[in-house]
Nanobody, 114 residues
Framework: QVQLVESGGGLVQPGGSLRLSCTAS????????MGWYRQAPGKERNLVAD???????RYADSVKGRFTISRNNARNTVYLQINSLEPEDTAVYYC????????WGQGTQVTVSS
């Protein structure tokens, strides 16, 4: 059984930082493209950032320069460092593992509010 478990979300003030983690079990992430997506209330789920098995990364324009995705294959974990948080970043953040198969985590809530 494949599981992706996200952690690290929470309530943070504007300008603050968070580090999200996603740890996989049941698969080895080293051959997967690992992605972070987010979904705000009433909106679609959209890609925030992903990282290929080669280490190549891409980011949504809205988060470039503020978010950094990384992976530790030995720990079977992918991370999302989020800096300079804005209220518009408030959403549920989901982890995805993609190859020919695709798996999702259950999400972690990030709320940016003063």
């Amino acid at each position: 059984q494949v599981q992706l478990v996200e952690s690290g979300g929470g309530l943070v003030q504007p300008g603050g930082s968070l580090r999200l983690s996603c740890t996989a079990s049941g698969i080895w992430i080293d051959t997967y493209t690992m992605g972070w997506y987010r979904q705000a209330p009433g909106k679609e789920r959209n890609l925030v950032a992903d990282i290929r098995d080669t280490g190549a990364t891409r980011y949504a324009d809205s988060v470039k320069g503020r978010f950094t995705i990384s992976r530790n294959n030995a720990r079977n974990t992918v991370y999302l460092q989020i800096n300079s948080l804005e209220p518009e970043d408030t959403a549920v953040y989901y982890c995805n593992a993609l190859r020919t198969d695709s798996y999702w985590g259950q999400g972690t809530q990030v709320t940016v509010s003063s």
